[in-house]
């Protein structure tokens, strides 16, 4: 299931959209893009 869901892109961004804000995003992305992807 886990391995589906990172698949899966819709997944993705929904997680992505719903956790972080469009703005912290942006700035916190540099940062938060390690995390998100490790």
Same mark, same amino acid.
């Given at each position: 299931? %886990? %391995?589906?869901?990172?698949? *899966? $892109?819709?997944? =993705? ?6 956790? $972080? $804000? %469009? $703005?912290?995003?942006? =700035?916190?992305?540099?940062? *938060?893009?390690?995390?998100?992807? %490790?």
């Amino acid at each position: 299931a %886990a %391995a589906g869901s990172r698949e *899966t $892109p819709l997944n =993705q961004e929904s997680a992505r959209k719903s956790e $972080p $804000p %469009a $703005p912290v995003r942006r =700035q916190s992305y540099s940062s *938060t893009s390690r995390d998100w992807h %490790a």
